[in-house]
């Protein structure tokens, strides 16, 4: 039932699709620790010479 009233910062985790991403990047990279898609990201900005 609260799911649909969860803080912003929660609905929009892993926050990946963010405009500025490059200015979370250090909490990002904490964050593949626990979620897959966000070491996904990182993975594919890796081949791509981020």
Not at 9 to 26: M, S
Not at 37 to 43: A, S
Request: aromatic fraction near 12%.
């Amino acid at each position: 039932m609260v799911y649909e009233s969860r803080p912003k910062a929660c609905r929009e985790y892993p926050h990946t699709d963010r405009k500025r991403f490059y200015q979370i990047l250090d909490l990002s990279h904490k964050n593949c620790e626990t979620c897959p898609v966000v070491l996904e990201v990182f993975e594919e900005m890796k081949k791509e010479n981020f």
